[in-house]
């Protein structure tokens, strides 16, 4: 039979000692009464170090300074210092072709006088070097850069620049011609020009859209005019050596010319000279020019006699009538498509210049 334990009831002294091991064993222990959570926080209120009123002001006023930072940075209202070798001027095509000598000297005393006062702006490349495309501020960039050659100081080095995030390639083109427009007025070709040149990089899908996006604040007859001399530039673009001189009534009577098909002659007028000058090439062009305007007047109307408007146009949807006196008429059979020219004027001659425009045509893409 197994042996008894005698039990005696513990002394006031015990329970005291018992009692002080189970309040030292539970101070720290997990109140069971908070959830998980609850402790945690508590835990952390209770390892933050006291703060006063104005630390905590103060501690808000940066948190919101450093926020406002971000968003400005963030929507391209913070101007940033850029090394200029980290800038491709190229980086767009530009609606500017004409820097004036003059303008540029001005522009570059002005700049080592009084530092640059108006910032460039670009865009990221991301993944690319350099590291930022140029959107405006061409020439004072090229002039911090010929006054780095000039002087050497490291002053310009780096320009200031504001970094733009502009929501599609539209809107960079647009800032372009804005700010050009603003500071020193385009010339007629320099609008067609980008118009086109907009479109083509897909920036708009058509240059009638790009116009009409990048000149929104023009009246309708200038949107009109400048559609004009976008079809200069795409006919003739790579023909004329002074584009930008030509005035606005020349180049309107020029794209009329072009509408009514005069392009492959002029490009032959074009090609048998080398013109010195602005003059010289408007001297070229100018009796195809003639040949091709439809004047539209009537016979009775006294003066001078005109000559009668020829019949032009589309008959049907296979046959053109130019004012020339040369019909166009094209089908298709098994082979493919075929083109009927005849008229006054057709001959062997003409129709080797036709084909030759025709490979211009399919080529130049």
């Known amino acids: ?7 005696s009831a513990p002394s006031a002294d015990d ?9 030292r064993e539970t101070l720290n222990a997990p109140n069971p009464a908070l959830a998980p959570i609850s402790q945690v926080s508590a835990e952390a209120a209770q390892a933050q170090p006291v703060v006063d009123a104005q ?12 926020a406002a ?5 963030g929507q391209g209202r913070l101007i940033e210092e ?6 491709l001027a190229d980086a767009m095509v530009r609606d500017r072709t004409v820097i004036d000598p003059q303008d540029m000297s001005e522009l570059k005393a002005s700049i080592a006088a009084h530092g640059l006062r108006l910032p460039i702006e670009v865009f990221r490349r991301e993944g690319e070097a350099p590291g930022f ?17 000039l002087t050497g100081d490291d002053k310009y080095k780096s320009i200031q620049a504001l970094v733009r995030d502009p929501d599609a390639l539209g809107g960079s083109f647009a800032a372009m011609v804005e700010e050009n427009e603003v500071r020193a007025s385009l010339s007629h070709y320099e609008r067609g020009r980008i118009a086109v040149v907009a479109a083509q990089q897909g ?25 004009s001399f976008s079809l200069i530039f795409e006919e003739l673009g790579d023909m004329l050596e002074f584009p930008e001189n030509l005035k606005e009534r020349d180049g309107l009577r020029l794209s009329t010319a072009l509408r009514n098909g005069a392009e492959t002659p002029l490009r032959d007028a074009l090609a048998k000279v080398q013109p010195g000058s602005a003059e010289a090439e408007w001297t070229c062009m100018l009796p195809v020019i003639e040949a091709f305007e439809i004047t539209g007047a009537s016979d009775n109307r006294g003066g001078r006699p005109k000559k009668k408007t020829p019949d032009v146009g589309w008959v049907g949807q296979d046959t053109l009538h130019l004012s020339s006196g040369v019909t166009l008429q094209y089908g298709s059979d098994s082979q493919g498509y075929v083109i009927r020219l005849k008229g006054r004027g057709v001959d062997g001659a003409l129709v080797e210049r036709a084909m030759e425009h025709l490979r211009y045509l399919f080529e130049k893409e």
Request: without cysteine.
């Open 69 to 73: 930072f971000e968003a400005a940075k």
């Open 203 to 227: 920036a708009f899908a058509s240059t009638e859209d790009a116009v009409a996006g990048l000149f929104s604040v023009a009246s309708k007859a200038k949107r009109s005019k400048i559609r």
């Open 133 to 149: 495309g140029l959107i405006s501020g061409y020439r004072r960039l090229w002039a911090v850069r010929e006054l780095l050659g």
């Open 15 to 23: 329970l005291s000692r018992i009692e002080e091991e189970f309040r």
């Open 82 to 87: 850029i090394p200029l070798e980290d800038i």
């Open 1 to 7: 039979m197994a042996k008894r334990r005698k039990i």
């Open 55 to 66: 630390t905590r002001a103060e501690q808000a006023q940066q948190q919101s300074d450093a």
